[in-house]
């Protein structure tokens, strides 16, 4: 089976990161965390730390599955930054099979700027939108669209990534992995609970 990897930079949104990593990881996929500074130690945008599988120059990407960038700030500028990144979604967009996932600001910063969304439905994090370059921004948690699968923000970071698991390993696995987190409808649990 393929692997996919999702990338760490200085500034990450820690929710997307680990869900995305938790969730892909209880369906089977296999997955590895790939810093792309000079330590395998990655610090989020709010202050928590994680250790990546791998540093970036020591990776070989052959024919991944997934390209995954999860959002935060500065982290998706810092991607967007990283030369070899860029270069590696490109080849991934132009590929046969390879997809990429994006996140919050990272579907504008990173592959918006890139150019790599044109004629693409997209969406980000409000207030980017502009960033969306030649795409067509749709309001929206998850937007699937071609090679991509883009995420609005942190609150929707579990709906993304298990529309990952969706489309690449089929709604019967995604839907098992979602009651396994209990990830569901239940008579009695309204949303609106939590907020008063």
């Avoid at 965390?33 to 990655?42: D, E, G, K, Y």
């Avoid at 967009?93 to 439905?121: D, F, M, T, W, Y």
């Avoid at 370059?133 to 948690?141: C, R, S």
């Amino acid at each position: 089976m393929k692997e996919s990897f999702i990338f760490l930079a200085d500034g990450f949104e820690e929710i997307e990161a680990i869900t995305v990593i938790d969730v892909l990881r209880r369906a089977g996929m296999p997955v590895k965390t790939v810093s792309i500074t000079s330590s395998l130690q990655v610090t989020g945008a709010h202050g928590m730390t994680v250790t990546a599988d791998a540093i970036y120059d020591n990776t070989l990407f052959k024919e991944p599955s997934w390209l995954i960038l999860p959002g935060g700030l500065p982290g998706a500028d810092n991607l967007a930054a990283f030369a070899p990144l860029n270069g590696l979604l490109n080849q991934q967009a132009s590929s046969e099979s390879g997809r990429i996932a994006a996140i919050c600001a990272a579907p504008a910063v990173v592959l918006g700027e890139a150019g790599l969304l044109k004629g693409e439905k997209a969406t980000c994090y409000p207030g980017f939108e502009e960033k969306l370059k030649d795409a067509e921004y749709v309001d929206l948690p998850v937007v699937e669209s071609g090679k991509f699968i883009l995420g609005n923000g942190p609150a929707n970071a579990l709906v993304w990534a298990l529309t990952i698991v969706k489309v690449d390993k089929g709604p019967r696995v995604a839907e098992e992995v979602a009651a396994g987190m209990l990830f569901h409808e239940k008579a009695g649990i309204d949303s609106a609970n939590f907020f008063g």
